[in-house]
């Protein structure tokens, strides 16, 4: 079966350091990628997307993640962390073929420390 | 603001009541999906329509049902209510009816059942 393991719960930086959360899935077939952010009291947003082509894509505020399909990872990537990150951050895996829904992760909570 | 909007914002209401949750997908967008969030089961995928037409279904409830309009608009029905229901309700959409075109969430409904 499908499924995204994100195994930090949890993860507390300081402001100005860099950032990786972990993501990993489980999929038959070359999964479609996403990486969401929710802030508290909001809706989801979008930061970016594996496809296919560049392992290595680039999304909004910064953000980087690589899709490793010998780990199957996603990991998402910052280099310099900012306050106004702080939020809860979900990976998620595209199912198709009669099943079109993104499967979640359980989401890693970031804390940034001044 | 992802151009998803749903209404209300928050709904409380009473164990064995009935709700109906209202979306409006992106401006040309053809496939709304509803997502229950919970603090235990995560964010889950319920169902997908696409351009009127149920596409998929996940983990709905018999007790929920949903519908979207000629004007693309969706809503999502939930009766004979369970303290177990109350949860945070996202409506997502998308251009195309597949996981590979980006989804966007609205800011959700947020439900308490007293």
């Known amino acids: 079966a499908q499924s995204v393991t994100q195994p930090d719960i949890h993860i507390t930086v300081s402001e100005g350091a860099s950032l990786e959360l972990r993501c990993n899935y489980s999929?038959?077939?070359?999964?479609?990628l996403f990486w969401y952010v929710q802030s508290p009291g909001q809706g989801l947003q979008l930061l970016l997307k594996?496809?296919?082509?560049?392992?290595l894509v680039q999304g909004i505020k910064g953000f980087e993640a690589e899709f490793k399909r010998s780990q199957s990872s996603f990991n998402l990537r910052k280099p310099s962390v900012h306050w106004s990150d702080a939020a809860e951050y979900f990976c998620?895996?595209?199912?198709?073929?009669?099943?079109?829904?993104?499967?979640f992760g359980a989401g890693t909570r970031l804390a940034v420390h001044p | 603001d992802s151009g998803v909007t749903q209404t209300p914002k928050h709904l409380i209401t009473a164990t064995g009541q009935r709700v109906t949750l209202r979306c409006s997908p992106r401006?040309?967008?053809?496939?709304v999906y509803w997502y229950q969030q919970s603090l235990d089961q995560g964010l889950q995928f319920l169902i997908q329509?696409?351009?009127?037409?149920?596409?998929a279904k996940g983990n709905i409830l018999e007790r929920f049902s949903a519908q979207q309009f000629p004007d693309l608009h969706s809503e999502l029905n939930l009766s004979s209510l369970e303290l177990g229901d109350s949860a945070l309700y996202f409506c997502?959409?998308?251009?195309?009816?597949?996981?590979?075109?980006?989804?966007?969430f609205g800011p959700g409904t947020r439900l308490t059942v007293t």
């Open positions: 594996y496809f296919s082509g560049d392992t």
């Open positions: 999929y038959g077939a070359t999964p479609y």
């Open positions: 997502a959409s998308s251009v195309g009816p597949t996981s590979s075109y980006e989804q966007y």
């Open positions: 401006s040309g967008d053809l496939s």
């Open positions: 329509y696409y351009n009127g037409e149920e596409r």
């Open positions: 998620a895996v595209g199912i198709s073929g009669g099943y079109n829904k993104l499967i």
